[in-house]
């Protein structure tokens, strides 16, 4: 039924409002709503519904047939795969405009936890397909995110296989301040919503290696740590050398 009310509807049709809101959506430059035109928004809005996620809770786990996808609006999630004795591998961090739930079978192949308090558009996995036949840039967009996911997973290879310690840590930092940087915040002082622990599985570390390499980039002045959770880049050229084995 909802199939035939957005074929039948105005392209510039207002649903409930909720056109608007994806107009004033701070993620939306970030996301694949970036390839929509304003006056195809209502269209958009009618697939999906606003989702909150407290810190903590799953969005999707491994296994699960994929009814669903997630585009994340705010917050901080963490995608993880869960080995045969129970040991976790974090396998990335997601933030705003980032993409969750996409799967080319039938169950989703990763679980997905909420790192801090998370908001969501979830649209139903046979909608989106309707959109992205509908509108072509949509699906151009959505390729493009695809693309950088393969080449992100292809350096988080090389990170794990062929870096030290402290090239992981640094490679990590300088990844997260780019994000950053997109994203219109800033890349010099950084926000770590995830735990030292999530870090170090995600770099193929143990917690107490993690920390000492903060805590050892911190004393040779390359970062300041300034909370917990923020980190400063001091000196960024020597970060960039020490990711790339050159320093």
Excluded: W
């Amino acid at each position: 039924m909802l199939a035939m009310a957005l074929t039948e509807m105005p392209r510039n049709a207002n649903v409930g409002g909720r056109a608007h809101a994806c107009e004033s959506c701070a993620a939306r430059a970030l996301s694949i709503c970036s390839a929509i035109e304003p006056r195809d928004l209502g269209r958009l809005a009618a697939s999906r519904t606003h989702q909150c996620i407290d810190a903590g809770e799953s969005l999707l786990e491994e296994g699960e047939a994929a009814t669903h996808f997630f585009n994340i609006i705010e917050g901080a999630v963490k995608v993880f795969k869960l080995m045969p004795d129970g040991r976790r591998q974090i396998t990335g961090f997601l933030f705003a405009g980032d993409l969750l739930g996409l799967a080319f079978n039938d169950t989703y192949t990763y679980s997905a936890e909420a790192i801090t308090a998370v908001k969501v558009c979830r649209f139903p996995r046979r909608q989106l397909e309707r959109l992205l036949d509908e509108f072509p840039k949509m699906e151009k967009r959505l390729l493009a995110m695809a693309s950088n996911e393969l080449a992100v997973a292809q350096e988080q290879m090389m990170l794990l296989g062929r870096k030290t310690a402290h090239e992981r840590i640094a490679s990590f930092l300088l990844a997260v301040a780019a994000r950053q940087a997109r994203s219109g915040r800033g890349g010099e002082r950084i926000t770590l919503p995830m735990t030292r622990t999530d870090i170090a599985d995600y770099l193929g570390l143990t917690t107490e290696t993690a920390s000492r390499v903060f805590t050892s980039l911190k004393k040779q002045g390359y970062i300041e740590l300034e909370t917990a959770g923020t980190v400063r880049i001091a000196d960024r050229d020597t970060l960039e050398e020490l990711a790339t084995g050159l320093e």
